[in-house]
């Protein structure tokens, strides 16, 4: 694989917990050589046993074969060793513990192993770029690469610039995530929760509104999302899917037809700064209840919902051509 003239031989996932091992299997999925860092030999045995599990769902939901899953095994190498596993390598993944102390430690690590010219991502969900790398000497090689959970699995990255990050740096990382098979978007300046975290409680805060003011059930709105407009979501966005919900007219006019109607909805809808605290009590009753009443084959308990996520997710995936 080649990026910007760079050859890439060797990746790095430096903390390879439950981000950093998933980004591992997914570099050595796109046929990447990796090395995946953990302090201790039992976090890198918890590391391995992941990979294996992910990898025998993988098989059996018919990604992989046995052969091909044991090359993509074979791939992965652990070290305790950030200098082992970030020297010589063209791009480093960063996914240790979420605190800029932590982060400021492995950012002095890095840069005293890695080559000049490799590419740092930070999968940070929630820090700034620009604190992370200030102490940096080349602060203009890191950026943010935000995952979903989990990476291997989910294509969407969110890269995040600091202010001295350069162009090159996202541009870079941009077509290697492009690369193995991922969807970067990039966000033009720093943002709160990124794109996809306030997408997600832009929505999930009109759920608890309409549970906590008598609407609809938590069952009933997970089923409304389901069975509506999250059916068409995982195959396009909003702004395409009322594009054709417009008719000729097209998303404009979609917009345009329903301004007066949209407004009040609006209008009546919740515009909290904080969810209710009592919503989470709420929640866990409406989810008990929900998952009471499923039928065991879609997941009646959170082991077999996470196996039903994962097969339709694996489904999906395939259709897409992301797997
Ligand atoms: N879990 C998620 O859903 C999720 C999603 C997107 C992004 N992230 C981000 O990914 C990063 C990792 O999160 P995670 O959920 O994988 O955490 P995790 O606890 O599973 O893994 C963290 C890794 O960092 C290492 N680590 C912890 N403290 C360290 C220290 N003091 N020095 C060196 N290494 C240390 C651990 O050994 C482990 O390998 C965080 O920045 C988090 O915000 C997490």
């Known amino acids: 694989m080649e990026i910007d003239g760079i050859q890439i031989k060797k990746v790095a996932s430096v903390g390879a917990g439950v981000i950093g091992y998933s980004y591992a ?46 090359a993509i095994a074979g ?25 800029y102390e932590v982060k400021w430690g492995l950012v002095r690590a890095i840069e005293a192993a890695a ?18 790398a200030k102490n940096a000497k080349h602060p203009e090689r890191f950026c943010g690469g935000h995952p979903y959970n989990p990476p291997h699995l989910i294509p969407l990255v969110e890269i995040t610039k600091g202010e001295m990050t350069s162009e090159k740096t996202v541009e ?28 997600q409680m832009a929505l999930y805060r009109e759920v608890a509104n309409l549970v906590l003011s ?26 395409l899917v009322f594009e054709l919900g417009g008719g000729k007219g097209g998303v404009s006019g979609l917009m345009n037809h329903l301004y ?12 909290w700064k904080s969810f209710p605290p009592e919503f989470a009590q709420v929640a866990q009753e409406g989810v008990d209840a929900e998952l009471a009443a499923r039928a065991p ?17 694996i489904e999906l995936l395939k259709l897409h051509k992301k797997l």
């Open 25 to 70: 299997l997914k570099f050595a999925m796109a046929g990447l050589d990796v090395w995946a860092q953990n302090r201790t030999e039992e976090s890198s045995e918890l590391a391995r046993e992941r990979v294996a599990a992910s990898l025998e769902s993988l098989v059996k939901n018919g990604v992989y074969t046995e052969e091909e899953s044991a």
């Open 75 to 99: 791939r992965i190498h652990y070290t305790t060793s950030i200098a082992e596993a970030v020297a010589g390598a063209q791009f480093i993944q960063e996914s240790s513990a979420e605190h």
């Open 115 to 132: 080559d000049p010219t490799a590419t740092i991502a930070s999968s940070t969900s929630g820090l700034l770029v620009t604190e992370i």
């Open 172 to 199: 870079r990382a941009k077509a290697f995530y492009a690369a193995i098979g991922m969807e970067p978007v990039v966000l033009q300046k720093e943002a709160l929760g990124f794109i996809c975290n306030r997408l």
């Open 214 to 239: 008598g609407v609809c059930t938590i069952e009933d709105a997970d089923k409304a999302v389901t069975f509506g407009p999250g059916i068409r979501w995982g195959i396009m966005g909003p702004s």
């Open 260 to 271: 007066d109607s949209i407004s009040l909805w609006l209008a009546d809808m919740a515009d």
């Open 297 to 313: 084959e879609v997941g009646n308990d959170p082991e077999s919902l996470a196996q039903y996520r994962d097969h339709m997710l």
